[in-house]
C-alpha cells in the first residue's frame, strides 16, 4: 500500500492547522485581510497538493458499518460514472428477491449500464443456505467477467461484503480477482463488516455509523423512496 510522503503530511498538516486557525478564530473579529491572508495559504497548499497528485488512478472502493447508505453513496458514483458517458456494472450478491427501484431507473443507461441481481433475497428469507452459496459464487463468476473487461470503468459488487460474512465467498480469491483489473478501473464494494483484508487493499474506505435509525428505533418499515 502506498505510503505518504513527507512533503504529503506536513501539507496535510499544513491544511488542517490553517483550518483550526480559521475555526477557533473569532471571524467577525478577523478583518478581511486576515481572512483573505489564511485562505489564500490555504489556497496554495492545496493547490500545491494537487499539483503533485497521480492524475489517474482505478481505485477499490469499500462502503461498510452499520449505518444506511452504502449501496446509496455507491449509486451516486454509478451514476457520475454514466454521466461521463462510462460503461457500468453492477452485480447484487444479496438484493435479488426483490426488484429494487433503482434498476427501474437505470434501465434508461441499457447502453452502458449492466445491472445483475444475482441472489435471492436476504438470507433469513431463503433460507436454503446450499442454494445461497451457489448464487453468492455465480455472483463472482459474473462479477469477474466485468472486473476483467477492459470496456468497463466501473463495477459495483453491492453486499458483497454480506456475502463474505456469511462465509459463501473466501477473502483470498477475491482479492486474486481484484488484481486482475485493469489499472484504471474502479470496483466498489459494499456492505457492512468487510473484512480486515479487503480493508487493508482498499484505496478509499467509508464506514457508515448507525446513530438513529427509524426501524430499530420507532418500528417504521422499510419505505418507498428511502429504503428501495
Known amino acids: 500500500m502506498k505510503s505518504d510522503t513527507p512533503e504529503e503530511l506536513n501539507s496535510d498538516k499544513e491544511i488542517e492547522r490553517l483550518i483550526d486557525e480559521v475555526m477557533s478564530s473569532n471571524l467577525p473579529e478577523l478583518t478581511d ?3 483573505r491572508q489564511k485562505m489564500q495559504r490555504r489556497k496554495e497548499v492545496q493547490e500545491r497538493r494537487i499539483a503533485q497528485a497521480v492524475p489517474e488512478k482505478g481505485l477499490i472502493i469499500v462502503n461498510t458499518g452499520n449505518g444506511k447508505g452504502k449501496t446509496t453513496a455507491a449509486l451516486g458514483m454509478v451514476l457520475r460514472s454514466l454521466g461521463h458517458g462510462y460503461k457500468v456494472a ?12 433503482e434498476k427501474a431507473v437505470f434501465s434508461h443507461w441499457q447502453d452502458q449500464l449492466e445491472f445483475h441481481a444475482m441472489g435471492e433475497g ?3 428469507e431463503t433460507q436454503d443456505r446450499d442454494r445461497d452459496l451457489d448464487k ?7 462479477s469477474l467477467e466485468y472486473i476483467r473487461n477492459p470496456d468497463f470503468q466501473l463495477v459495483l459488487l453491492d453486499e ?14 477475491v482479492l486474486a480477482g481484484l488484481a486482475e483489473k485493469p489499472p484504471n478501473k474502479h470496483v466498489i464494494l459494499t456492505g457492512r463488516g468487510a473484512p480486515p483484508a479487503i480493508i487493508e487493499r482498499a484505496d478509499l474506505v467509508t464506514e457508515m455509523t448507525l446513530v438513529k435509525h427509524p426501524f430499530r428505533d420507532q418500528g417504521v418499515k422499510a419505505q418507498p423512496g428511502i429504503e428501495y
Not at 453468492?136 to 459474473?142: L, P, Q, S, T, V
Not at 458483497?160 to 480469491?173: H, Q, S, W
Open 122 to 124: 436476504f438470507t433469513w
Open 33 to 35: 485581510e486576515q481572512y
Open 160 to 173: 458483497i461484503n454480506i456475502a463474505f460474512k456469511m462465509g459463501y465467498l473466501e477473502v483470498e480469491e
Open 136 to 142: 453468492a459464487n455465480a455472483a463472482w463468476e459474473k
Open 90 to 101: 453492477i452485480v447484487q450478491f444479496i438484493k435479488g428477491g426483490w426488484e429494487p427501484a
